[in-house]
């Protein structure tokens, strides 16, 4: 296959930025829990060059879309037209104006993309795209921030500008990525820890194409309800900050004060960030079925009890784990759409993924995406 940089110009600044696919803890980074992404290799690759004005121009190769915009209005969200930013036109102008916010200097940029991540489909695309233009940035720039401190601008980025309150964990994925392995992420510390994926196993992705408008103000809703968990059970814990400070037998003794949704909100959180702490038991000692097992009791609780899931997700869950090599599967990601993640035996996963495209379509009578993902290096300037 021939290196899709040669369809950007060869301009000085070029990026490569991975997309991410979560294999446990899943709404939890916004409640200060632990998470256990990999960066995929499906990336956005990007080439640029500063300017010498306040002008950034961005054309996108695979939606055919060119977006201009002045560094001078990023406050009023509008391009160069004076028409407002939308779409992913907010995630750019996010991080310029995130990294001025912080000080930083922006200049005026010419930038050329391509990207094999499929956007919306769970798979942290925006973030993605974040980091690659606050690396662009940095370069044309010359200074330089910590990964961490790049990732949680693009956060910003993303909560302030384009008006999703996402956690920190995707873009956490994408700027710290490494090959062959799982990231352990402390959201609350900021410590993280790359752990071996299992040898013999495969992750493997299936794209139900389902993309609903509904995610972002569902995922808002999610994140409010679980504030209101830990402002109810602070009644009985005044010490906690987060549900992260709650145990599953806290829970047990105290979850009468919460209202029935809201404490299967706050169950589901509890018991995921303790499935996240087992599942790294299970990567240290190469227990791939241990791992899965603790995948299929997430997409459970999901589906059940922070109800982001939908029947094609969960036909498409069922079909995979009614195939032989199969060690878990569940949903990834924000969920209401999207795609699920798939721990299976390397040698089974060709058989696998053409078992689950034909079981979809046979049940479900639609298509499904299915491709197996290598854990891949987080965001960096081409020949660093
Ligand atoms: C989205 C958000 C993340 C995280 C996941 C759910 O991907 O961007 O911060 O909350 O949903 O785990």
Not at 253 to 263: A, F, K
Not at 299 to 309: I, K, N, Q
Request: proline share 5%; glycine share 8%.
């Amino acid at each position: 296959m021939s290196d899709p940089f040669e369809q950007l110009p060869d301009w000085e600044i070029r990026v490569i930025s991975p997309g991410r696919v979560n294999l446990l803890g899943e709404h939890v980074d916004y409640n200060q829990g632990t998470v256990l992404p990999i960066a995929i290799d499906r990336f956005v690759r990007l080439a640029a060059r500063p300017r010498a004005d306040d002008l950034v121009t961005i054309e996108s190769l695979d939606l055919k879309s060119r977006l201009q915009f002045r560094l001078e209005d990023l406050d009023r969200r509008v391009d160069a037209q004076g028409k407002p930013l939308t779409g992913w036109a907010l995630y750019p102008a996010g991080v310029a104006w995130a990294l001025r916010a912080g000080g930083l200097e922006v200049r005026g940029l010419e930038a050329v993309l391509t990207s094999d991540l499929p956007i919306g489909a769970g798979l942290s695309s925006s973030a993605a795209l974040e980091l690659a233009f606050a690396l662009a940035w940095q370069a044309a720039g010359g200074w330089q921030l910590e990964r961490m401190a790049l990732a949680q601008l693009c956060q910003r980025a993303e909560n302030a500008y384009a008006g999703v309150a996402c956690g920190l964990m995707d873009q956490f994925a994408c700027a710290h990525g490494v090959a062959r392995h799982a990231l352990y992420f402390d959201t609350r510390s900021l410590q993280w820890q790359p752990l071996p994926m299992p040898p013999d196993s495969a992750v493997v992705i299936a794209d139900s194409g389902l993309r609903r408008q509904l995610a972002a103000s569902g995922y808002n809703q999610r994140r409010v309800e679980c504030e209101q968990a830990v402002s109810l059970l602070r009644t009985r814990l005044p010490d906690i900050r987060s549900l992260r400070d709650v145990s599953p037998a806290q829970l047990d003794e105290h979850g009468d004060c919460l209202p029935p949704e809201i404490r299967k909100r706050a169950r589901h959180v509890v018991e995921e960030i303790a499935r996240v702490q087992q599942a790294c038991f299970c990567l240290a000692q190469d227990d791939a079925a241990g791992f899965g097992r603790l995948m299929v009791a997430g997409h459970a609780s999901l589906r059940d009890l922070f109800e982001v899931s939908l029947p094609e997700l969960d036909g498409l869950v069922d079909a995979a784990l009614s195939i032989e090599g199969c060690c878990g599967a569940r949903l990834t990601g924000a969920g209401f759409g999207g795609c699920t993640v798939n721990l299976v035996a390397r040698d089974a996963a060709g058989d696998f993924m053409a078992e689950l495209g034909r079981r979809y379509r046979q049940d479900c009578g639609s298509q499904v995406v299915i491709y197996c993902c290598q854990p891949s290096r987080g965001a960096h300037l081409l020949g660093t």
